[in-house]
């Protein structure tokens, strides 16, 4: 007879400080302490369970902002999960002030391609072997050079370049540890869900990897993709909802045997609320309260950012006013850097922190009209349509209609007048979408005039929308095809 045991797996990811719980309706929805009133319940009931993040526990909350990252830390202790992988966002405080909270960490952190490139020398650990119900179960944390663009100002730091390397990793890692009998292997990964499936394409199957579970593009899958035999899953963003996996695995041939899973929601309905993590939760909100919570301005009306590819009417606001302050040929805002869906009507410090939480500095980038014009399909490459790529909002003065279906630019004006191939044009572009402009906008470096010795024309896009909301009153904004994508199909 068969060595059948059972294990559940409970997996996050993207998290992004997501700790109180929002009423919606007549129920309390999310918070990490009805998520960890559902992990304890599930602890209670089920013999073999594992609870996993799969990255970007940091950013999006002033809680988190305010400690940098040491408020999510002592939560995340509380939460108590049995592993965790790295995410993009875990480096926003720098390199440096990651390993010291890897240091407070009370949970193992994994992580296989972060590394010193003078010695080679791995920053994390790049795997865990937990035992739980007589079973090894191994999980090794990975990451990509894409994923990984903003490490890219620290020239010691460095990772492999793409998914196949990432692959050789995971499969060196497994090799090395065939001594011990592994009876399930998870990929704990935070690169996005397509680039999950092409990994697990490059798995060699005698490696044996069961899941991957991963994070980065906020995916709500119905059920889970399967490619090259392996299990590919992701449980979208936040605290709503929690990944479940119910496997059974095949001990004598260290492979699944069967399984269910699915996403479950978080709410006061099903999931009991943790008070140890509440109290501790509620004194960091109320410090940060108390230091932020002055009223700065009112709109007419809550503004919205729906979706990341589109226009919104927060991105025209925000466009609107670094061009105002900032007077070059056209703004581009990194639409991922407004990080709520509705903001408003009454604004507060503390609103506008965690709708805008990355405070950098912007540049003047001198760009050919022809190599804006490149810039503009390739941010409306397919890959857009499954929020892949990185999106603009535009300032006023720019109209731009792309036709999705031809892969043509239909139009692109800046006040009124066509771009010109060999004109120059200055552009404000934030730091982090300057310093990896090759990666975001497909312009090479060398095409950029003066990219060694960039024009800093803000020390903090913050302050300029900090300073404008302080001197302003009934704010407005709409959606005025600025940037229309026609034909596309959704």
Request: net charge negative.
């Amino acid at each position: 007879m068969a060595d059948l045991r059972k294990l559940t797996i409970l997996h996050s990811n993207d998290m992004h400080g997501d700790f109180l719980a929002e009423q919606i309706d007549d129920t309390l929805v999310g918070g990490v302490s009805m998520l960890s009133g559902y992990i304890q319940k599930v602890r209670s009931a089920e013999e073999n369970v594992l609870y996993a993040i799969a990255g970007d526990m940091f950013r999006g909350s002033i809680i988190d902002s305010e400690f940098k990252g040491i408020s999510t830390v002592d939560i995340m202790n509380l939460l108590a999960p049995d592993v965790v992988s790295l995410g993009n966002h875990e480096l926003d405080y720098g390199v440096a002030h990651l390993l010291f909270l890897e240091k407070c960490t009370k949970f193992p952190v994994v992580n296989a391609n972060l590394y010193i490139k003078t010695s080679g020398m791995r920053l994390f650990n790049s795997h865990v072997i937990l035992h739980v119900g007589g079973m090894n179960i191994l999980f090794i944390g990975l990451l990509t050079e894409e994923i990984m663009t903003s490490a890219k100002t620290d020239l010691l730091l460095g990772t492999f370049v793409n998914v196949a390397d990432a692959a050789v990793e995971a499969g060196r890692i497994i090799n090395s540890y065939k001594s011990m009998d592994i009876d399930f292997t998870v990929l704990l990964t935070h690169i996005g869900f397509e680039e999950d499936k092409k990994l697990a394409a490059l798995l060699d199957p005698e490696w044996g990897v069961d899941v991957i579970i991963g994070g980065h593009t906020h995916t709500f899958p119905d059920e889970p993709a399967k490619v090259n035999d392996v299990l590919i899953v992701q449980a979208g963003t936040g605290t709503d909802v929690i990944g479940r996996f119910d496997i059974t695995i095949n001990c004598d041939t260290n492979s699944v045997h069967d399984y269910t899973w699915r996403l479950v929601p978080i709410n006061e309905k099903t999931c009991p609320r943790d008070p140890a993590l509440e109290d501790l939760i509620y004194s960091y909100k109320q410090q940060t309260d108390d230091k932020y919570g002055r009223v700065l301005t009112r709109f007419d009306r809550a503004l919205t950012h729906p979706r990341r590819e589109q226009e919104t009417e927060l991105g025209n606001l925000f466009a609107d006013i670094l061009m105002e302050h900032l007077g070059t040929d056209l703004v581009l805002v990194g639409s991922g850097s407004i990080r709520k869906k509705t903001f408003g009507p009454i604004v507060t410090l503390q609103d506008l922190m965690e709708i805008f939480p990355f405070n950098g500095r912007i540049y003047a980038a001198k760009l050919y009209g022809r190599d804006l014009k490149h810039a503009i399909c390739y941010i409306c490459r397919d890959e857009m349509l499954e929020g892949h790529t990185e999106f603009y909002q535009v300032s006023s003065n720019v109209r731009i209609n792309y036709n999705f279906a031809q892969k043509k630019l239909l139009q692109f004006t800046v006040n009124g007048e066509d771009v010109e191939d060999d004109r120059l044009y200055t552009v404000a572009l934030q730091a982090y979408h300057f310093n990896n402009i090759s990666s975001c906008l497909d312009i090479p470096e060398e095409a950029v005039p003066g990219y060694d010795h960039p024009k800093c024309i803000a020390t903090s896009d913050f302050d300029i929308l900090l300073e404008h909301f302080n001197s302003a009153a009934h704010l407005t904004s709409h959606i005025d095809g600025r940037f229309t994508i026609s034909d596309r199909p959704f």
